[in-house]
C-alpha cells in the first residue's frame, strides 16, 4: 500500500526531492528554487506513485512478458516500437488508482491560479553527466482540465517504454527492468520568447565561451527544430557577445533579435548563477524575459549533447518526428522525390543498351550504380523517416480512442491502391481466368515443360499457342502487362522480369487451389456494416473542433503507408535496371575471355566490370566470392528447433511444409499450402505469398511488409523468429500460430525415446 | 520442532500452491514421460488445479492421448542450503479440456485471477484450458518426508 505523503512531494522540499523519488529534473528544480531561482510553482508525482500504479494494474509483468520474449539486442527497432506501442497502450488502459488521483487532484484545487500545466517525465539519472534522455521522454504542456491532467501523467509514465528510451537503454547496456519514472507537474507559463541556454559549449567544452538561442514561441518548437532560433555566442572570459546569428524565420514581424543586450545579460549571468551553484556545466531551458525570466530545467551538459558522436540518442530522436515535419516531408516525398524517382525508372528502360559497345556500356554501369547509390541514401534520409506516418497516427489514434487492440488504427490504412496490391489483383484474375478455361490452363502447364527450374522461357511460343485459343489473348496482354509493368525488380541479385515461368507456376497454383475452394467453399467472415468504422471512433474522441487536426493526422497516416510500399519498389526497379546492364557487360566479358563463367552479378561487381569495360584488362578478372554461411555449426549449437518464439503478425493457425525461401530459385519451387519461412518479404516476392499457408520471418515487426501482406491475404504469421532461415529445413512440417506467435517444428512425436530402449 | 505438528497438511498444500505461480505438469504417451512447465491455479478446495497450452504442442497431443497426468510444485530456490527447507508437491489426477470457455467463465476465471498476464493467452482460438481433477496429494518436505493427502 503507498501512503499519500508518499505521492506528492512539493518542489519545494528540496530535502524529499531526491533523484530517487524526484528523478533528475525534479532534484535540480528544487534545488534551483532552494537557491532563489524563479521556477514556475509546481509539485512531483513520486517514482514511488509510478511503482504503485503499474504494481496495481500489473503491468510490470505484462512488460516482462513483452521485453522478455528475445533478448533486447536481438530486437531490430520495427520490434521494439510494436512492444513500446503495446506497454504505452496498457498504460494507458490501465485505471488511475483513486489515491493518485485523489492526491492529484488536490493538487489541482491548491494551484487554481494555472490555467494550464505542463507534464514533465523526470526519471532518475536520466539527466546525469554521462546520459541524457532529453527528449527520448515525453513531456507535454499546455494541459488543461483534471482528466487531462491524469491522461497526460498515464502517458508520460508509459514514454519510460518508448522505443527511442528503449534503443537508448539498449545502447546504455541499462536494465529496463530497474527504471522508473517520476512526473513533474508545474503550472504553464505561456509565450515567450523562449530558449535553452549552454553555460559551456557543448560543442566544444574547452573553448571559453556560452551559447544562448531563443524563438519567439514555447521551447518546443525549437528543441524539436521547427523553429530557427536566434543565437548568440558569450565570451566567459570578457563577458561580452562575441556573435550573433539572427534566425531565419517566416514572420515578417519578426526583424530584430529576440532579447536585446541587457536581457541577454541577464539571462547569461542568471546561467553562470546556476553553473556556480550547481557545480555542474549547465545546459537551461528558459522562459520569459527580463523580470519575466523563469527556469524551466537545469541539467548536466552531456556527452550526449549534439555533436558529439559517442552515442546514437540524436538518432533515435529521429524516430519521433513532429507532426509539422513529417508533413513537410510528405509533401516532398510525394510531390517531388517519387515523380522523380519513378521518371528515373521509365528514363532508364527507355535506353536501348543493346546498341552500346564496351566504352559505353561501361559508363553507363557507373551511371546506373551512382544514381542507384542516391537513391538508396534518399531512401535511408527521407523515405524511412516518412514511415513515422503511419506510427504517428498509430500513437495519436491509441491516446485518443484508447482500443481494446492497440492496432485497431491499422484498418484505417486499408483500401490503399499500392502498386503491389495492383500486382496481386491482376495475378489473382489471371488465376481466376485460368481455373475457369481448361484450354487456357493446358496451354500454361504445358508451357512449363515440366520443370520450372529451366530459365529458358519461349515467351514468344507461348504467345502463339495463347493467341489462337478463347480467352488467350486476354490472358497474353495481361500476362506482357505484368511483366512489363510490374517485375522490373531485383531480389538478391536476380531480376523478376527474367524469370516468367515465376508468375505461370503461381497462376497455375492459384487456378489449382481456386478449383479445389468451389467444390469446399470456404466461409467467409462478412463485415458488420452496424460496426463503428475507427474513423468515426477517432472523431468521436477528439471532439469536433479538432475534426481537422485528426483528419491531416489519417492523411498522413495514408499517404506515408502507401508511399512506403510503393518507393520499394521503384528503387527495385532501379536495381534491376542495373542488374541487366550488368549481365549484358557479364555475357560481353566472358565472350571476350576476360572472366570465367559467374554465377550470379550483384551491384557489388558493378565498379570491377565497368572498369574492365573501360580499360579492358590483360588477365582474366576476379569477382568477390559470397562464402555460403556455415549452418552446420549453427545448428548443432542452437540444436534442433522444436518450438520457435516470434511475434504474432497475422491471426491465424496453419500447417504446411516448411519451404525456405533465400532468393529468386527458391520462389520458383513454391506449392501451393507450403509455409513461407523467409528472412523477409521482399516486394518482389510478394505474388507468391498468396499460395502460401502460412509465413515465418525473421524481421519482425506488426507493420513491416509481409505483416501486412499477411493480414490482407488472412495468411497465419510469426514475425521477429531468430534464425528461422537457418534453423527450419525444406520439408519440416511446420504450425504457424498467428494468434500466439508460435511455430512449432515436426510432429509432436515420441518415437525416438521409443526405438532407443527398443531392443529390449 | 516438526510443521507437521502445528499445521495440517492441507494447509501446506494450499499455500504452497498458491504460493507458486509455476509448475511442472507431467504426461504421457506411448510410454513415454513428458514434462513441461505451466503457469496453474489450484481451486480453493484443492480438487481441481487449472492451466492453458497452446494447441501446437507435444504437451497437448500428450493429453490427448492420456488423461493421466502428475503436477509438481515446489519452492526451491539455488541454495544447497535450501535443501532441508524445500517443500513441494506432487498431484496427481485425470486432466480434462475445458471447451467453449470465455475469460468469464469459472475455470478461466481462477487462472487469470491468479496469473492475470495470461488474458491475451487464454483468449486465443489456439490456446487449450485444461483443469485437472485431482486424486491426491503427495507432499514432501526436509527432502525425504512424504505424506499422502487426498482432498475431500
Not at chain 1, 71 to 76: S, T, V
Not at chain 1, 231 to 239: A, D, H, L, P, Y
Not at chain 1, 574 to 595: I, R
Request: proline share 5%.
Amino acid at each position: 500500500m503507498i501512503k499519500p505523503e508518499e505521492i506528492v512531494i512539493p518542489l519545494t522540499e528540496t530535502d524529499r526531492c531526491l533523484e530517487k523519488n524526484a528523478g533528475g529534473k525534479g532534484a535540480s528544480l528544487s534545488r534551483l528554487i532552494a537557491h532563489g531561482f524563479k521556477v514556475p510553482a509546481g509539485y512531483c508525482l513520486s517514482t514511488r506513485a509510478y511503482r504503485y500504479f503499474i504494481e496495481t494494474n500489473e503491468i510490470d509483468s505484462a512488460i516482462n512478458i513483452e521485453l522478455g520474449r528475445k533478448p533486447l539486442e536481438k530486437m531490430r527497432w520495427e520490434e521494439l516500437w510494436d512492444s513500446a506501442l503495446r506497454i504505452r497502450s496498457m498504460f494507458l488502459k490501465s485505471g488511475m488508482p483513486d489515491i493518485i488521483a485523489e492526491a492529484v487532484k488536490r493538487q489541482h484545487s491548491i494551484m487554481e491560479e494555472f490555467s494550464s500545466f505542463a507534464v514533465r517525465s523526470s526519471a532518475p539519472g536520466e539527466d546525469s553527466a554521462g546520459l541524457s534522455f532529453a527528449g527520448l521522454h515525453e513531456s507535454i504542456t499546455d494541459v488543461s482540465g483534471i482528466v487531462e491532467l491524469i491522461d497526460a501523467i498515464r502517458i508520460v509514465w508509459s514514454s519510460l517504454w518508448s522505443d527511442a528510451a528503449l534503443l537508448y537503454r539498449k545502447e546504455m547496456n541499462l536494465d529496463p527492468g530497474r527504471s522508473a519514472m517520476a512526473v513533474i507537474i508545474q503550472g504553464f507559463q505561456k509565450g515567450g520568447p523562449s530558449g535553452v541556454g549552454f553555460s559551456r559549449d557543448p560543442r566544444d567544452a574547452q573553448l571559453d565561451q556560452s551559447i544562448i538561442e531563443a524563438v519567439p514561441g514555447s521551447n518546443d518548437e525549437l528543441v524539436d527544430g521547427i523553429i530557427e532560433p536566434d543565437r548568440w555566442i558569450i565570451s566567459r572570459r570578457t563577458k561580452s557577445i562575441i556573435d550573433f546569428n539572427k534566425g531565419n524565420r517566416p514572420d515578417p514581424d519578426d526583424s530584430g533579435s529576440l532579447l536585446n543586450t541587457n536581457e541577454i545579460m541577464h539571462l547569461y549571468n542568471e546561467i553562470l548563477a546556476i553553473e556556480s551553484k550547481m557545480s555542474w556545466p549547465a545546459d537551461v531551458e528558459w522562459t520569459g524575459k527580463g523580470a519575466k525570466l523563469t527556469i524551466l530545467q537545469a541539467r548536466p551538459i552531456t556527452s550526449g549533447e549534439p555533436g558529439n558522436k559517442e552515442d546514437q540518442r540524436n538518432w533515435y530522436l529521429t524516430l519521433r518526428p513532429k507532426l509539422q515535419n513529417l508533413k513537410r516531408l510528405a509533401a516532398r516525398v510525394n510531390d517531388e522525390l517519387i515523380p522523380r524517382l519513378k521518371n528515373e525508372g521509365e528514363r532508364q528502360s527507355q535506353v536501348d543498351t543493346e546498341k552500346l559497345n564496351d566504352r559505353e556500356l561501361g559508363e553507363l554501369i557507373r551511371q546506373r550504380l551512382s544514381t542507384l547509390e542516391k537513391w538508396r541514401k534518399i531512401y535511408y534520409d527521407e523515405f524511412i523517416p516518412l514511415a513515422h506516418g503511419v506510427r504517428q497516427l498509430g500513437i495519436y489514434y491509441n491516446n485518443e480512442v484508447k482500443p481494446e487492440n492497440p492496432y485497431e488504427f491499422m484498418s484505417l490504412l486499408e483500401d490503399q491502391e499500392m502498386i503491389a496490391s495492383k500486382r496481386n489483383q491482376l495475378i489473382s484474375s489471371m488465376a481466376d481466368l485460368t481455373a475457369g478455361n481448361e484450354e487456357l490452363y493446358e496451354v500454361l502447364r504445358a508451357s512449363l515443360q515440366g520443370s520450372i527450374s529451366d530459365d529458358n522461357f519461349d515467351r514468344a511460343n507461348l504467345k502463339n499457342e495463347l493467341m489462337i485459343i478463347p480467352g488467350g489473348t486476354d490472358f497474353y496482354n495481361s500476362l506482357d502487362k505484368l511483366i512489363n509493368e510490374f517485375s522490373h525488380v531485383s531480389f538478391k541479385g536476380e531480376n523478376l522480369s527474367d524469370n516468367p515461368k515465376i508468375y505461370i507456376h503461381v497462376i497455375l497454383e492459384l487456378a489449382d487451389s481456386a478449383k479445389a475452394e468451389k467444390q469446399n467453399q470456404l466461409s467467409v467472415t462478412e463485415s458488420d456494416s452496424d460496426t463503428i468504422t475507427p474513423e468515426n471512433k477517432l472523431f468521436e474522441a477528439v471532439g469536433k473542433d479538432r475534426y481537422e487536426e485528426a483528419s491531416g493526422i489519417i492523411e498522413l497516416g495514408r499517404l506515408s503507408w502507401k508511399l512506403r510500399d510503393d518507393d520499394n519498389i521503384l528503387i527495385g526497379r532501379l536495381e534491376s535496371q542495373l542488374l541487366d546492364v550488368l549481365n549484358m557487360a557479364g555475357k560481353k566479358l566472358v565472350a571476350a575471355g576476360k572472366l570465367n563463367q559467374y554465377e550470379k552479378l550483384s551491384d557489388t561487381t558493378a565498379p570491377i566490370l565497368a572498369e574492365a569495360l573501360l580499360n579492358p584488362p590483360d588477365e582474366i578478372i576476379e569477382l568477390p566470392r559470397e562464402e555460403p554461411k556455415d549452418l552446420s555449426e549453427l545448428k548443432s549449437k542452437a540444436g534442433k528447433p522444436r518450438q520457435l518464439v516470434g511475434q504474432p503478425a497475422g491471426p491465424g493457425v496453419a500447417s504446411g511444409t516448411a519451404r525456405i525461401v533465400r532468393n529468386i530459385k527458391d520462389l520458383k519451387g513454391f506449392k501451393f499450402g507450403e509455409v513461407l519461412i523467409c528472412d523477409a518479404i521482399q516486394p518482389t516476392m510478394t505474388h507468391i505469398v498468396p499460395l502460401a499457408s502460412g509465413i515465418v520471418e525473421r524481421r519482425g515487426g506488426m507493420l513491416i511488409h509481409g505483416a501486412i501482406i499477411a493480414r490482407e491475404l488472412n495468411i497465419p504469421c510469426v514475425n521477429g523468429v531468430a534464425d528461422a532461415v537457418d534453423l527450419i529445413s525444406n520439408g519440416e512440417l511446420v504450425t504457424v500460430d498467428g494468434f500466439l506467435g508460435i511455430v512449432t517444428v515436426g510432429e509432436p512425436e515420441l518415437d525416438l525415446e521409443k526405438r532407443a530402449g527398443g531392443s529390449d | 520442532m516438526n510443521d507437521y505438528d502445528e499445521i495440517p497438511i492441507r494447509d501446506k498444500i494450499l499455500e504452497l500452491g498458491e504460493g507458486q505461480l509455476f509448475g511442472i505438469l507431467c504426461t504421457q504417451s506411448n510410454e513415454q514421460p513428458y514434462g513441461s512447465m505451466i503457469g496453474f491455479a489450484l481451486s480453493s478446495d484443492l480438487k481441481n488445479a487449472v492451466f492453458a497450452t497452446p494447441k501446437a504442442t507435444r504437451k497437448y497431443q500428450n493429453l490427448i492421448n492420456c488423461h493421466n497426468v502428475a503436477l509438481v510444485v515446489n519452492n526451491r530456490e539455488k541454495h544447497p542450503s535450501d535443501l532441508m527447507k524445500i517443500q513441494a508437491f506432487t498431484a496427481t489426477g485425470k486432466a480434462e479440456e475445458i471447451f467453449n470457455y470465455d475469460l468469464q467463465s469459472s475455470w478461466a476465471k481462477l487462472l487469470i485471477n491468479k496469473q492475470s498476464y495470461l488474458g491475451a493467452f487464454l483468449e486465443s482460438p489456439t490456446t487449450a484450458l485444461f483443469r485437472i481433477k485431482i486424486t491426491r496429494y503427495f507432499y514432501v518436505c526436509s527432502f525425504q518426508e512424504v505424506r499422502e493427502w487426498k482432498p475431500e
